[in-house]
């Protein structure tokens, strides 16, 4: 059971930190394409942001079965909650990346 959590942990880990980089790419790709008026940049920014909130969506869900299939307690927990809640601001940072283009 110790393990089958851990393999979900490790999971959410992956899945945040895909998800911090596509934000990333997308913070930049909006900025560049202010730099440069590119408006196809701008564009796939939009249209990324798509991708993005799935993913957010994805992840919490992921989160909430862990939370009820596994009950963590101590450091799991806090991660998983940690998780949440980076979850939402990086959705938030999506958004606002769309705005920036």
Request: hydrophobic share 50%.
């Amino acid at each position: 059971m110790a393990q089958h959590l851990q393999r979900e942990i490790d999971k959410l880990k992956k899945k945040i930190l895909g998800l911090g980089a596509a934000v990333e790419s997308s913070v930049h790709m909006a900025v560049k394409s202010i730099e440069e008026r590119d408006s196809a940049l701008a564009e796939k920014v939009i249209r990324s942001d798509v991708e993005i909130d799935h993913a957010e969506v994805d992840l919490e869900e992921d989160c909430l079965k862990v939370l009820a299939l596994h009950q963590p307690v101590a450091i799991d927990l806090r991660f998983i909650i940690a998780v949440l809640k980076i979850n939402n601001d990086l959705e938030r940072i999506g958004d606002l990346a769309v705005n920036i283009a």
